[in-house]
Nanobody
Framework: QVQLVESGGGLVQAGGSLRLSCAAS????????TAWFRRAPGKEREFVAS????????NYSDSVKGRFTISRDNTKNTMYLQMNSLAPKDTAVYYC????????????WGQGTQVTVSS
C-alpha cells in the first residue's frame, strides 16, 4: 500500500501563494487516482481537487477553480497543489489522498499540513 506525506504548508498573507507537495512511498503513485482535501476549523472535510492515475483531466471545487492547480510528477512519485491568490477562507488542514482506480472512495490518506492565510 502506498503511504503519503504532505509538506509545504505554512503561514501566508492574503493574496500570496503556496505549493503543497504529497510524496508517496511504498508503491508507485502512477497506479492511483489522487486528490487534495481540506478541513477548516469547525467544518467538514471538503474536496479541493483531483487528478486521475493517467494524469488526465483534473477536477476542482468551485471555491478553488482558477486559483489552485493540481499536478503530479510520477517520476518523483509526488503530487502537488499550487495555490495562488490565497484568502483567509482557504485556511485549513490540507490532506492528500489516493485510491486505486477501481475503488470508489479515497481510502489512503496523509497526515495533513496546515495552511493559514492571514488577512
Amino acid at each position: 500500500q502506498v503511504q503519503l506525506v504532505e509538506s509545504g504548508g505554512g503561514l501566508v498573507q492574503a493574496g500570496g501563494s503556496l505549493r503543497l507537495s504529497c510524496a508517496a512511498s511504498g508503491r508507485t503513485l502512477s497506479n492511483y487516482d489522487t486528490a487534495w482535501f481540506r478541513r477548516a476549523p469547525g467544518k467538514e472535510r471538503e474536496f479541493v481537487a483531483s487528478i486521475p492515475w493517467s494524469g488526465g483531466s483534473s477536477n476542482y471545487s468551485d471555491s478553488v477553480k482558477g486559483r489552485f492547480t493540481i499536478s503530479r510528477d510520477n517520476t518523483k512519485n509526488t503530487m502537488y497543489l499550487q495555490m495562488n491568490s490565497l484568502a483567509p477562507k482557504d485556511t485549513a488542514v490540507y490532506y492528500c489522498a489516493a485510491r486505486t482506480p477501481t475503488t470508489v472512495w479515497y481510502n489512503i490518506w496523509g497526515q495533513g499540513t496546515q495552511v493559514t492565510v492571514s488577512s
